[in-house]
T-cell receptor, first 115, second 117 residues
């Protein structure tokens, strides 16, 4: 079984550009979570999505950041007008359902560097 | 809000020796999960071990075991017979089982483990 796939693995953007990060969950998983890891820090929760629904975006900055998980295709984390402070590793995780006993399986992450 | 503290930014161990990584957490809840994740140089996050708070028995996975002290809110990871492939950043994480946000993982800042040959 393929695990969580994220692409690109590395992304370089200049300030003001847009960054699009993609996450394909484990086949059959309908719950996706995005986390951000700043340098020298642990991962921090950003947003939780189910197919076509945003369940909790409390960890996501109010401006410039958006996320979606369409009925078909991968989940997308979009960062508009990137700034240097957005440089981080962005991890996606998935689970088959929300049930508390379910483990979240992580992808390899996308390293975003803003020049 | 829950917090997770890893007081050892870096640790080192000789190959084949045993090492213990510390983790403490703060919560007012009684039901939760605790995890240790490994992040090798590839940066992939790999689940090492999971402990349910309602279980008194400490979880074990091959060479990895935990010492879960619920009253002390302590959750240390012991790696026995350390191997070169164990070298990685190790993150302790907490997940509530109650309330509406029981899907969120709260991570510590990590402990960088070096294994010396």
């Amino acid at each position: 079984n393929a695990g969580v796939m994220q692409n690109p693995r590395h992304l370089v953007r200049r300030r003001g550009q847009e960054a699009r990060l993609r996450c394909s969950p484990v086949k059959g998983h309908s719950h996706v979570y995005w986390y951000r890891q700043l340098p020298e820090e642990g991962l921090k929760f950003m947003v939780y999505l189910q197919k076509e629904n945003i369940i909790d975006e409390s960890g996501m900055p109010k401006e410039r950041f958006s996320a979606e998980f369409p009925k078909e295709g991968p989940s997308i984390l979009r960062i508009q007008q990137v700034v240097r402070g957005d440089s981080a590793a962005y991890f996606c995780a998935s689970s088959p359902k929300r049930a508390v006993e379910e483990t979240q399986y992580f992808g390899p992450g996308t390293r975003l560097l803003v020049l | 809000a829950q917090t997770v503290t890893q007081s050892q930014p870096e640790m080192s161990v000789q190959e084949a020796e045993t090492v213990t990584l510390s983790c403490t957490y703060d919560t007012s809840e009684s039901d939760y999960y605790l995890f240790w994740y490994k992040q090798p140089p590839s940066r992939q996050m790999i689940l090492v071990i999971r402990q349910e708070a309602y279980k008194q028995q400490n979880a074990t996975e091959n060479r990895f075991s935990v010492n879960f002290q619920k009253a002390a809110k302590s959750f240390s990871l012991k790696i026995s017979d350390s191997q070169l492939g164990d070298a990685a950043m190790y993150f302790c994480a907490y997940r509530s089982l109650s309330g509406g946000s029981n899907y969120k993982l709260t991570f510590g800042k990590g402990t960088l483990l070096t294994v010396n040959p």
